[in-house]
């Protein structure tokens, strides 16, 4: 879907089109919210071409169907590794997850995506097969997801590490390896075998499966290079597809990979949809890793050619690698003809120094992903704590509020009232730069490139934030090395007025912290921002500097 269409479509998030699988406004959240779709099938989303792009839509009302949601967890209080408990059928109580369900549906979310082997001990099964009471306490989460009018996103992270149907593939071959679930008969079988289980499973408890949007067939595909056949360097290797390939040659290689999965994603989803007729069937994908890195990720291909409904790409703000590399990576462009659900990006605590900055710094990446040609969003993470990355509640559930449709319906736009980083990719200059780091790398978003005026203080860089603005708080990631007593000024400047002292920054500082400072009222009218370090021990230089804040501009 294109950035104007789905901006269209986007702008009734909170009335018609986040409600296209429930009522038509919260005050009738009591009236029936599913319908037989079709004679074939009870699912409400379906996919279609429109103006030749792909989009999910909605079946019994024929409108457009973007996906606004979360990720969904109850992380345990492990030491090392938490899992998620929240389908340990030990805790019984459902009380919790239906007042988050609520609470998400409230805001105008329609989509919750959940992981069905992220556990501990009572997992979804062992050897002996899937756990009965795991079932039971699966077809009871989807209830609640129907009577709160959410669809549910089910994925796989691990499933063969935790249940019986892999240990049955023979190993005598690399059928038993890592790769060999993709790329052999016996790992496909197995994992048809596995879902049609779950399926026929929760059809017996009677389950309102019309609430699954599709199943994931795993949360991050990749394949090892690390592990055979891809370690062999002569030789020829059979798959599941009937073809052989010969070993010795690089070339030979990435096609075993692309016609592997694409043979994997066809036969497994033809058995899905048998158990299940109607369900979308959908994938998960990191962001393909340099060649330094052995788990090969091949989206490209599959965007070409394959059997998927739509694909699940997932990208972190913060980093060193840009929302367009990555879009670049993932072989995006011109390939529009299935939806792209950005189905996990969230905000760590090692870029984002507090949820408001989070926030901020997720509103930009939507609002850019639009264009990129993402068509739904699943931000992470709803969950108590998350030791890594903010959470949607934390702080006034300022990322949870921000993602919401109720507070952007539209998702491709900042919204007048929407807080966002003003600074991110906005003219700069300074005092003075070394060559290799310019003023615009305190600007970019990626607080290790850093600009550095390659002098002692007193120095400084400005920012032109574009138009007037709102400014609510001021961030500066330090670069500094030695340690030691600084002192910074900042400055605003109205257009056409002159500098007016914002705050002073005095004290001892270190390299990566942050210093930040929230006005107890915002100020308003600013143009300009002006960092000027009076004193310092190293040359001056920043990492990263946000200005938060709102503006019409």
Not at 249 to 259: G, Q, S, V
Not at 361 to 386: I, K, M, R
Request: glycine content about 8%.
């Amino acid at each position: 879907m294109s950035a104007t269409r789905l901006a269209a479509v986007a702008l009734a998030a909170t009335g018609a089109l986040a409600c296209t699988i429930g009522p038509a406004s919260l005050a009738s959240r009591q009236q029936p919210a599913w319908s037989e779709a079709s004679s074939a099938t009870k699912h409400v989303i379906g996919v279609r071409v429109r103006d030749g792009a792909g989009e999910l839509f909605d079946r019994r009302t024929k409108k457009a169907f973007v996906v606004r949601g979360t990720n969904y967890l109850r992380l345990d209080d492990a030491p090392k590794d938490p899992l998620d408990a929240l389908l340990d059928p030990r805790a019984s109580n459902l009380t919790g997850i239906r007042s988050d369900f609520r609470t998400l549906r409230g805001l105008g979310f329609n989509t919750v995506r959940i992981f069905l082997d992220l556990c501990r001990i009572e997992c979804i099964g062992d050897r002996s097969g899937l756990n009965p009471r795991y079932l039971d306490k699966l077809a009871r989460v989807l209830r609640v997801a129907k009577q709160e009018h959410l669809l549910l996103l089910p994925t796989l992270n691990e499933w063969d590490g935790f249940v019986g149907y892999r240990s049955a593939i023979p190993r005598a071959t690399f059928a038993g390896s890592f790769n060999g679930l993709y790329l052999t008969s016996e790992g496909i079988k197995a994992t048809s075998r596995f879902f049609t289980d779950v399926i026929r499973g929760l059809q017996k408890r009677k389950a309102p499966l019309e609430a699954v949007l599709a199943w994931e067939l795993r949360n991050e595909q990749f394949f090892d290079y690390t592990n055979v056949p891809f370690t062999r360097t002569s030789g020829r290797v059979r798959t599941a597809n009937g073809k052989t390939y010969d070993l010795a040659d690089p070339a030979a290689k990435l096609r075993l990979m692309d016609d592997g999965i694409r043979t994997y994603v066809a036969r497994v989803r033809a058995a899905i949809r048998k158990a299940d007729p109607g369900v979308l069937v959908t994938m998960g994908f990191f962001n393909p890793q340099p060649a330094s890195d052995p788990r090969i990720v091949r989206t490209a291909p599959l965007l070409a050619r394959s059997a998927l409904d739509f694909f699940d790409f997932h990208y972190y703000p913060g980093g060193s690698i840009t929302l367009a590399q990555a879009v670049r990576d993932f072989g995006m462009a011109g390939r529009a003809r299935k939806p792209i659900v950005l189905g996990e990006y969230g905000a760590f605590k090692f870029a984002y120094p507090s949820p408001d900055e989070g926030a901020a710094a997720l509103v930009d990446l939507q609002v850019q992903s639009c264009a990129a040609g993402f068509d739904g969003w699943l931000y992470w993470l709803e969950t108590p704590q998350d030791r890594e990355l903010w959470t949607g509640g934390a702080a006034g559930a300022a990322i949870r509020i921000a993602m919401s449709p109720q507070a952007r319906p539209d998702p491709c736009v900042f919204g007048a009232t929407t807080v966002r980083n003003l600074a991110q990719g906005k003219p700069v200059r300074a005092s003075r730069s070394v060559p290799s780091s310019p003023p615009e790398h305190a600007v970019d978003g990626d607080a290790e490139s850093i600009w550095t005026a390659g002098e002692d203080a007193p120095q400084w860089i400005e920012i032109d934030l574009g138009s007037p603005s709102s400014v609510t708080k001021i961030a500066l990631s330090v670069s500094q090395y030695p340690e030691g007593q600084t002192r910074h000024r900042v400055l605003g400047r109205a257009p056409g007025g002159d500098d007016i002292l914002l705050h002073e920054f005095s004290g001892q500082t270190k390299d990566p912290e942050w210093l930040e400072f929230s006005p107890p009222q915002p100020w308003t009218n600013v143009r300009h921002i002006r960092v000027e370090t009076v004193s310092s021990p190293s040359w001056v230089a920043w990492r990263e500097i946000r200005v938060l804040g709102t503006s019409a501009g």
